[in-house]
């Protein structure tokens, strides 16, 4: 049993920057690909950035690139997305998951291929 826990997450202005963090349990973090996904009320999950197990790999939604950024610390079991540029239509709820299966590689947007998820923490930008 995996379990992920985000913090990070608050208030600020159109333009500032935010640091979200994610610690997850588990002697074998190291093996999973780990991924952020973003919610808003009444809509669907949206995909946000992945990494692989191994950190050389990551993937993004074109509407956070150049502006966000994932990283992970293998050593602390942990995942990070760093939010530069931040804008109000990123306000969302932002979700941690890792993942265990081989899909990720297929398709590390889809929320079917994270096994654990996070309660998620509230980000909201003012403009």
């Known amino acids: 049993q995996v379990q992920v826990q985000e913090s990070g997450g608050g208030l600020v202005q159109a333009g500032g920057s935010l640091k979200l963090s994610c610690a997850a349990s588990?002697?074998?973090?190291?093996?999973?690909?780990m991924g952020w996904f973003r919610q808003t009320p009444g809509k669907e999950r949206a995909f946000v950035e992945a990494i692989k197990w191994s950190g050389d790999r990551t993937y993004y939604t074109n509407s956070v690139k150049g502006r966000f950024t994932i990283s992970r610390d293998n050593a602390k079991n942990s995942v990070y997305l760093q939010m530069n540029s931040l804008r109000p239509e990123d306000t969302a709820v932002y979700y941690c998951a890792a993942s265990t299966s081989l899909g990720f590689f297929i398709e590390p947007g889809d929320p079917a291929k994270y096994n654990y998820w996070g309660r998620g923490t509230q980000v909201s930008v003012s403009s």
């Open positions: 588990g002697r074998t973090f190291s093996g999973y690909a």
